[in-house]
């Protein structure tokens, strides 16, 4: 009998994962990444906005362990990207060949028509209902579409302290294993790889954003701020409510 996706998801929840984390805790991303390619070959996902850390993950997925089927890239486009990420988006398809999967708002392909559909700058408004429209909604959409049983996510422990206690591996609301291949690494450790494998990375990194969002609600960070100070500016926000 043929193994399905959903068949799968109930094997995944039988991973010991207090043992794996307590394994895989401090292990090298690559380790991590080819335990997940090794033990979850269906229903393995990355999703990615890619920001500098996202795209090592991609570089090791796509560059060193080569997996037989591509591991699919969900994208989120908002339709409030920086441009510069958008064209980034175009390089990373053309340098790995990704198996790039976008979801967005349905029937909504402009800012300006987001704007006329609901109002100039929902951010500022509503900005929980903004996020949900843009990145909650299609983003679990997309993991339902894809039948995923686990999804590899680019966050590190140092980026906030809501960050700081973060497994490698843990469970989502509705039971797909969370991956967290660079929990233990800092900012410099993603950066030291990317220049060791010259790696392409948003010129927005080396103008003063260490992590980008939205323009809307992306700012400058200056020197000594936490690298993502400049995300939500102004506002006791810290997650835009994918991880939480």
């Not at 469970?171 to 060791?196: C, F, M």
Request: aromatic letters at 8%.
């Amino acid at each position: 009998m043929t193994t399905t996706a959903s068949q799968t998801l109930v094997n995944s929840t039988s991973f010991n994962l207090d043992e794996l984390n307590q394994r895989l805790d401090t292990a090298h991303p690559r380790e991590i990444l080819a335990w997940c390619v090794e033990n979850i070959p269906t229903g393995l996902v990355q999703t990615s906005a890619f920001n500098i850390d996202d795209l090592v993950i991609t570089d090791i997925l796509y560059r060193d362990l080569k997996p037989a089927t591509p591991v699919p890239v969900i994208f989120l486009e908002t339709l409030h990207h920086f441009p510069e990420t958008l064209e980034l988006v175009g390089k990373a398809i053309d340098i790995y060949n990704l198996d790039l999967k976008t979801y967005q708002i349905p029937g909504i392909n402009s800012r300006k028509a987001f704007a006329e559909e609901y109002g100039i700058a929902l951010w500022h408004s509503d900005i929980a209902k903004f996020h949900h429209l843009t990145k909650i909604e299609p983003l679990q959409r997309g993991l339902d579409e894809l039948q995923t049983v686990a999804w590899i996510t680019g966050r590190r422990r140092d980026q906030a302290v809501t960050r700081a206690q973060m497994p490698v591996l843990e469970l989502d609301a509705k039971g797909r294993i969370k991956v967290n291949p660079l929990a233990s690494w800092t900012r410099q450790e993603s950066w030291t790889y990317a220049h060791q494998h010259g790696m392409i990375y948003n010129p927005l990194h080396d103008k003063g954003y260490p992590s980008i969002g939205d323009e809307p609600l992306t700012t400058r960070v200056a020197e000594g701020e936490d690298e993502r100070a400049g995300r939500w500016r102004g506002s006791n926000k810290t997650e835009c409510g994918i991880h939480i």
